[in-house]
């Protein structure tokens, strides 16, 4: 399984971005899990979004709920985190990862794409 991420650059606070995520590698179960996380400079990396592969599910970092949204598109084995409303403590690298199941580990991760947000 491959992942890649993209869609992140600078934005000023207020303003919205999307980021992708594009799956390959196999044919993806229903158990599937995906999931978004972040690494801002001199921190530990936290979770901010997942949902199963069906849809089921969606958690989301409180410090981000009502202004992120995780979906995914089937057809094109591609997974989103639109942000909207973004702050500058939102500033970070952005990773997309994937799990067998919700009870595993994330256990394949994409490349991260940087979301800047400043005036």
């Known amino acids: 399984v491959q992942l890649q991420a993209f869609g992140g650059g600078l934005v000023q606070p207020g303003g919205f971005l999307r980021l992708s995520c594009a799956a390959s590698g196999r044919t993806f179960s229903s158990f599937y899990n995906i999931g978004w996380f972040r690494q801002a400079p001199g921190k530990e990396r936290e979770f901010v979004a997942s949902i199963d592969w069906t849809g089921i599910g969606p958690k989301y970092l409180d410090s981000v709920k009502d202004r992120f949204t995780i979906s995914r598109n089937l057809s094109k084995n591609n997974f989103y985190l639109q942000m909207n409303s973004l702050k500058p403590e939102d500033t970070a690298i952005y990773y997309c990862?994937?799990?067998?199941?919700?009870?595993?580990?994330?256990?394949?991760w994409g490349q991260g794409t940087l979301v800047t947000v400043s005036s």
């Open positions: 990862a994937m799990r067998p199941d919700r009870n595993k580990p994330y256990s394949t």
